[in-house]
C-alpha cells in the first residue's frame, strides 16, 4: 500500500492551480490583443467585406452600362447620316 506524501500533494496542488492562472491569463492577453486589432483596424477606416463586395458590385454593373453604350454610340455613329426630307411644293 502506497502512502500519501503531504508534500508531493501540496506541489500537485500548486501546479493545478498554476495553470489555472496561466490559463486565465492567457485568455486575457487574447482579449486585449483583440481588443487592441479592433481599435487599431476601426481608426484606419477600413472597410467590411461585404461593404467592398457591394461597391463591386455596383462598379462591374457601371463598367457593363458603359460598355453598353460605348457599343450603341458606335452603332449611331456606324449609320449613314440621312438627309432630312425637304417639303415639296405642291404644284398648282
Do not use: C, H, Y
Amino acid at each position: 500500500m502506497q502512502t500519501r506524501n503531504k508534500i508531493l500533494d501540496d506541489i500537485s496542488q500548486l501546479m493545478t492551480n498554476a495553470m489555472g492562472v496561466a490559463q486565465g491569463a492567457r485568455e486575457e492577453a487574447e482579449t486585449a490583443m483583440k481588443s487592441l486589432v479592433d481599435r487599431w483596424l476601426a481608426d484606419r477606416d477600413f472597410v467590411t467585406r461585404e461593404e467592398f463586395d457591394a461597391v463591386r458590385a455596383m462598379a462591374q454593373k457601371a463598367r457593363e452600362e458603359n460598355e453598353a453604350l460605348a457599343a450603341r454610340i458606335a452603332a449611331l455613329e456606324a449609320k449613314p447620316a440621312r438627309k432630312p426630307a425637304t417639303k415639296s411644293k405642291p404644284k398648282t
